[in-house]
């Protein structure tokens, strides 16, 4: 019987929430890592026969889960798994508006969480599995945002550029080792969460595109967060995954 493993952060709602329940399976173990558990997804797990673990951390502070992410893969058996992944999916939209009126403690927590958090966990995640036999992946939720700018979201647009960039030299360096690890920087599309009800709900004059959100929605070309999280899992498995590392499920 085969046996997967998948770290997944952000899994608490929007994407994140949809693409651990599509995940539970009787050959899964999956570590969700959120600042809330969820007591409707372990059971979900029970029902599924998948091995759930809800670890709870604030990525805003994310040394703390990139260690216990090292620690608890260095303590696995490296033959155990015949596949092992980590979605680096949580983000922050921050507080919407110019830069120059951005709030210092607000822009630097939008940058832990969007960027350095997916670096760390990264980091930690190729270190422990090295030398596992198992095919490796980091698939990191990435936006159309990392590769057109947009004003008003300064944060949001350098930190998935910045996850765009970091995911093509690792790429360069996974291919140089035995096993080494594929990584995509995916942008998975416009989803109907909580960050596109704050964009839509932003005063126009901090926030020159509102009108384009707004008309997203009402001409309903918004993703549900299960649609999006199925085109994302199906990128996922693809056969080619890897080859590009930085791709967008509408255009790939």
């Given at each position: 019987?085969?046996?997967?493993?998948?770290?997944?952060?952000?899994?608490?709602?929007?994407m994140?929430?949809?693409?651990?329940?599509?995940?539970?399976?009787?050959?899964?173990?999956?570590?969700?890592?959120?600042?809330?558990?969820?007591?409707?997804?372990?059971?979900?797990?029970?029902?599924?026969?998948?091995?759930?673990?809800?670890?709870?951390?604030?990525?805003?502070?994310?040394?703390?889960?990139?260690?216990?992410?090292?620690?608890?893969?260095?303590?696995?058996?490296?033959?155990?798994?015949?596949?092992?992944?980590?979605?680096?999916?949580?983000?922050?939209?921050?507080?919407?508006?110019?830069?120059?009126?951005?709030?210092?403690?607000?822009?630097?927590?939008s940058?832990?969480?969007?960027?350095?958090?997916p670096?760390?966990?990264?980091?930690?995640?190729?270190?422990?599995t090295?030398?596992?036999?198992?095919a490796?992946?980091?698939?990191?939720?990435s936006?159309?945002?990392?590769?057109?700018?947009?004003?008003?979201?300064?944060?949001?647009?350098?930190?998935?550029?910045?996850?765009?960039?970091f995911?093509?030299?690792?790429?360069?360096?996974?291919?140089?080792?035995?096993?080494?690890?594929?990584?995509?920087?995916?942008?998975?599309?416009?989803?109907?969460?909580?960050?596109?009800?704050?964009?839509?709900?932003t005063?126009?004059a901090?926030?020159?595109?509102?009108?384009?959100?707004?008309?997203?929605?009402?001409?309903?070309?918004?993703?549900?967060?299960?649609?999006?999280?199925?085109?994302?899992?199906?990128?996922?498995?693809?056969?080619?995954?890897?080859?590009?590392?930085?791709?967008?499920?509408?255009?790939?």
């Amino acid at each position: 019987m085969t046996s997967h493993l998948t770290l997944i952060t952000g899994a608490s709602r929007g994407m994140g929430r949809a693409m651990a329940a599509q995940l539970l399976a009787a050959d899964r173990t999956l570590i969700c890592i959120s600042r809330k558990t969820d007591d409707a997804l372990a059971a979900e797990a029970e029902a599924a026969g998948a091995t759930l673990e809800q670890w709870s951390f604030d990525l805003a502070a994310p040394q703390a889960a990139a260690e216990r992410i090292g620690s608890w893969l260095a303590a696995q058996d490296a033959d155990a798994f015949d596949s092992v992944t980590l979605i680096n999916n949580a983000g922050t939209i921050g507080r919407i508006g110019p830069l120059a009126e951005a709030d210092a403690a607000d822009l630097a927590q939008s940058l832990r969480i969007g960027l350095e958090a997916p670096m760390l966990l990264t980091a930690a995640f190729l270190r422990a599995t090295a030398s596992w036999r198992g095919a490796r992946k980091v698939l990191n939720i990435s936006s159309g945002l990392g590769r057109n700018a947009m004003a008003s979201q300064a944060p949001y647009c350098a930190a998935k550029a910045g996850m765009d960039h970091f995911s093509r030299a690792v790429a360069l360096e996974e291919a140089l080792r035995p096993n080494g690890a594929k990584i995509v920087s995916l942008a998975p599309g416009v989803i109907d969460t909580d960050m596109q009800g704050v964009l839509r709900g932003t005063d126009a004059a901090r926030f020159p595109d509102r009108a384009r959100f707004e008309k997203l929605k009402t001409d309903g070309l918004l993703d549900s967060p299960a649609a999006a999280a199925a085109k994302v899992l199906a990128y996922l498995a693809r056969g080619d995954f890897g080859s590009k590392p930085v791709a967008d499920v509408r255009a790939d």
